[in-house]
């Protein structure tokens, strides 16, 4: 059986390497593959072009990585030094402890946080006092002012879920975003209780993972591992004995195809074979993100750099709406004498000045910086926006109807690497059966 996937992003990629490793002739097909992931080296700073890391209670990713011999490559963030600060009315603020998410689990800290006013703070003491109730699917901002009210929006679920998801909480479903407290609302009312009952012990290992010499080790082990041309597919056509791909001037014969470009991307080229799925794909809604990294000389930071970063919330906010500290976040990834500091904004355009003057302004910053690389994600990132279960059910559904099909990626079923790469090995195992019987 001969299987295209197009699209070589961590999700095609992945899933071209499991159905090698499993006997199966897949080629990928992407004229520029990585999708967003890559790693340069600057002055001996090891830096992404996107991604940094991957949430390390997901295993999907960690457990490839290992089965392709790249275990040593793995590690943790340094969370001896993980704190984060929040910019309020100008000033950087320490997020509590304990929080999973929006969701408070230690009193104290909260009490004593100058991110919140007393009446968020009483909001966060009552919400335990709740029914439980199942409402229908609305937005992440709807959900958290219903429980902790908008103070919460704006200073904890905007900053957080935009990092994360370059959206809006406005627009982000709860269902799909936050499933966990969704449960919890419908079960015990309380979001708290929920999260308190389930708090599971910790692990001991670091909260993000990632590799030692950068990201795009592993996208470069991938490639090394599957047949790749680089090229792009212009169109897709159900044939006969299965489906035809119009690639580099050809058409090629092939029986099985795996979308796994985007769902932006694949709507075009799969409308004319199934236009419902082409116009259900196009509605999932994309946003666009730019990264700014900028490293200096460790001896022109004024700061002790002593957290992960900050969150910009949107009422402080100019140019940057996150930035990490590398230096302080890794270890071994800024050498001693540099600081290095990733800028993320949702703004695709963001200028060097913008994004420099907002860095300047917020960490105390004269000297110019030693470097500066910039790298722009335009239409990046799906958003899982109020209706996003429903929608992808759809979509499962129709995908599923078509002989020798399938459609991978970020835009479905989670956003984050693990995600993609446990996505693409559900597929892979689900070609290899059809290909069994
Ligand atoms: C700036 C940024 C930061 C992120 N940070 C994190 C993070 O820290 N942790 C985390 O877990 N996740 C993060 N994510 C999300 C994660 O990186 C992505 O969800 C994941 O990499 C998506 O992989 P993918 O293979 O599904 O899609 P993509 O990476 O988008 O790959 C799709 C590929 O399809 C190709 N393509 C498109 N059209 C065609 C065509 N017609 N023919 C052939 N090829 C085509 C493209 O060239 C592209 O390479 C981040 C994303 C971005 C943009």
Excluded at 58 to 87: H, M
Excluded at 148 to 176: I, K, N, R
Excluded at 263 to 278: E, F, K, M, V
Excluded at 358 to 379: G, H, K, Q, S, V
């Amino acid at each position: 059986m001969k299987i295209a996937i197009i699209g070589g992003g961590i999700s095609g990629l992945s899933c071209g390497y499991y159905l090698t490793r499993n006997g199966h002739d897949a080629t990928v097909f992407d004229p520029a593959p990585g999708g967003s992931i890559g790693s340069v080296n600057i002055e001996g700073c090891i830096l992404e072009t996107g991604p940094e890391s991957w949430l390390a209670m997901k295993p999907w990713a960690e457990q490839l990585i290992r089965e392709l011999g790249l275990g040593d490559e793995l590690t943790g963030s340094n969370d001896a030094g993980r704190r984060t600060y929040v910019l309020r009315h100008g000033r950087f603020v320490t997020l509590p402890e304990g929080l999973q998410m929006v969701v408070p689990t230690r009193i104290w800290p909260v009490v004593e946080s100058q991110l919140f006013t007393w009446e968020t703070k009483f909001r966060m003491a009552i919400e335990m006092f709740r029914s439980p109730k199942a409402m229908p699917d609305r937005s992440v901002s709807e959900f958290v002012a219903d429980h902790f009210g908008q103070e919460a929006v704006a200073y904890l679920a905007e900053p957080l879920l935009a990092g994360v998801y370059g959206g809006s909480p406005d627009d982000l479903s709860a269902a799909s975003v936050l499933p966990k407290f969704v449960e919890y609302e419908q079960r015990y009312g309380s979001v708290v209780v929920g999260t308190m009952r389930d708090k599971r012990k910790p692990s001991g290992q670091s909260i993000f993972k990632t590799m030692r010499h950068g990201m795009g080790t592993l996208i470069d082990t991938l490639i090394s591992r599957v047949n790749l041309i680089r090229s792009r597919v212009e169109a897709v056509s159900p044939s006969e004995s299965g489906w035809q791909i119009y690639v580099a001037g050809h058409w090629q014969d092939f029986d099985h195809v795996v979308l796994a470009c985007g769902a932006n991307r694949a709507a075009p080229l799969i409308a004319p074979a199934d236009a419902r799925l082409g116009e259900l794909l196009a509605a999932i809604p994309y946003t666009s993100s730019c990264i700014w990294t900028f490293g200096y000389r460790r001896s022109d930071v004024p700061h002790p750099l002593d957290a992960f970063g900050f969150l910009v919330p949107k009422p402080e906010r100019r140019a940057i709406m996150a930035c990490t500290w590398l230096g302080t976040k890794w270890a071994g990834r800024v050498p001693d004498d540099k600081a290095v500091f990733r800028c993320f904004s949702t703004d695709p355009d963001v200028s060097r000045e913008a994004a420099l003057d907002d860095l300047n302004r917020l960490m105390d910053l004269t000297a110019e910086p030693i470097f500066a690389i910039n790298n722009r994600w335009p239409d990046s990132m799906p958003q899982y926006s109020v209706g996003h279960t429903a929608r992808v059910a759809e979509i499962d559904a129709r995908a599923a109807q078509i002989p020798g099909f399938s459609l991978i990626g970020n835009a479905f079923h989670g956003i984050g690497i693990p995600d993609c790469v446990r996505s693409a090995q559900k597929a892979a195992e689900r070609i290899g059966a059809a290909h069994v019987q």
